[in-house]
């Protein structure tokens, strides 16, 4: 026979019924020439067969009300009511994100200044701590007035730290951390599914003003801008949908507090 | 979103026995499939993979690891044998019930990157490329994963009840 030698992975196949049936055959023919080989094999398939019917009952239960997908999706179609002066803000404020969207192009390549470093800062904070367990933050939010305190006085100004409790994220905590610009502030955040968001600020020499930018990195989303010459990025593996509010919202807190 | 419900609804006993399986809790399981169904409704129209079946397990097993390493630095609350009795359903007869019980038993006692590679594949029927692409590692990890698992699995339940042999391996499917 000149058919290509039988491996591990074809036996395995062979048991799971994934192989080409012209492979199904070769291994067929395999196993009969090799005893020894085909009571391994048949010693698998009973496994699996066992294992099926042990887990089978699991999947033939009927699914408890709160797994109903059809009500989820049809939940989530519902409009949510959206006061006028927030669908106002966002129309002006997704134009300015897809504008500034568009002049992050390239963003990886550049080395980046201003709004495009922060956002940068953000995202590789959030890959640090935001899959933190052990201490993602240094300070708790008990730790609150320590915490803003701490800030102030690293970042030379004061940083707020804004409720997102109306988005369902709830205040962790933060910490000092490093950027290429200098001390920056991090705040995170959970909501009731352990899902984080992480918030920096710094002060910025470029960029001292400047409209909400989406950036993403993966699966990660951010949107960074720049008030006053303290530049802030919201970072989070929420969709760029869920984030954009959750980012105006800090906006409109912060700024109402300078 | 009524294509979501056509090829997602139908996976949800499967998403439930994966989520239980790893967990071994009832509550806790649904609440993480809950979970995942809420994300997937959320992400339904931005995913990129077309493949909807591996796309929803992408989506529960990096919830279940996540909870499980949440939750692994405490005591678990429920005792083995007690999350057995409780959480798998009922098995047809006495004596194969036995048998279910050790070989979930024997289940339970392999690491867990080999517990989920071989769910993945043989109990949920992903093809292995489509379990590589769920637990994100290459095609020949989940071989080797696979292989190690299926040995070690036998060794377990062969220490515990001597298997006879089977004469006719052609009846094998």
């Known amino acids: 026979m000149t058919s290509r030698p039988i491996t591990e992975e074809d036996l395995h196949g062979y048991v799971d019924s994934v192989l080409a049936p012209e492979r199904q055959v070769e291994v067929s023919a395999y196993i009969d020439a090799h005893p020894e080989v085909g009571f391994r094999v048949a010693a698998y398939s009973r496994q699996r067969t066992m294992l099926r019917a042990a887990l089978a009952p699991i999947a033939e239960e009927p699914l408890p009300p709160e797994l109903d997908l059809a009500r989820m999706i049809a939940r989530r179609g519902r409009p949510r009511q959206t006061p006028w002066w927030a669908a106002a803000a966002a129309v002006v404020l997704l134009c300015a994100g897809g504008a500034g969207g568009w002049s992050l192009r390239g963003f990886n390549h550049s080395a980046g200044e201003g709004v495009v470093a922060i956002a940068q800062e953000a995202a590789q904070n959030f890959a640090v701590y935001g899959s933190d367990h052990i201490r993602p933050v240094e300070l708790r939010a008990t730790d609150r007035a320590e915490l803003v305190d701490w800030t102030t006085q690293r970042l030379g100004r004061p940083v707020g730290v804004p409720d997102l409790s109306a988005s369902g994220y709830r205040f962790m905590g933060g910490r000092i951390v490093a950027t290429a610009h200098g001390p920056a502030a991090m705040f995170m955040y959970d909501d009731d599914r352990g899902s984080r968001l992480v918030m920096l600020a710094r002060p910025m020499k470029a960029d001292q003003n400047a409209p909400m930018t989406p950036h993403a990195d993966g699966p990660v989303n951010g949107f960074a801008w720049a008030d006053n010459g303290l530049g802030y990025s919201l970072v989070g593996p929420a969709a760029a949908e869920t984030l954009h509010p959750i980012a105006n919202e800090v906006r409109r807190q912060l700024s109402r507090q300078i | ?173």
């Not at chain 2, 020949?140 to 298997?163: C, F, N």
Request: hydrophobic letters at 40%; a positive charge.
């Open chain 2, 1 to 173: 979103m009524q294509d979501m419900l056509h090829q997602i609804e139908p996976l949800i006993p499967a998403l439930r026995r994966y989520a239980r399986t790893l967990l071994r809790d009832r509550s806790a399981a649904d609440d993480l499939v809950q979970d995942c169904l809420e994300r997937a409704v959320g992400h339904w129209s931005q995913r990129k993979d077309s493949n909807a079946r591996a796309w929803i397990f992408t989506i529960l097993h990096n919830l279940a690891m996540t909870r499980l390493r949440r939750t692994s630095t405490r005591p678990r609350h429920i005792d083995i044998d007690d999350a057995q009795e409780a959480s798998f359903a009922q098995a047809p007869s006495q004596e194969d019930g036995l048998r279910y019980r050790e070989l979930l038993q024997a289940l339970d006692r392999l690491p867990e990157e080999q517990r989920t590679v071989l769910l993945l594949a043989t109990v949920e029927g992903l093809s292995y490329a489509e379990t590589a692409g769920v637990l994100d590692i290459p095609l020949g990890t989940v071989m080797s994963r696979l292989s190690r698992a299926r040995e070690r699995l036998l060794k377990e339940m062969d220490g515990q009840q001597r298997v006879t042999p089977v004469a006719h391996l052609r009846s094998v499917k």
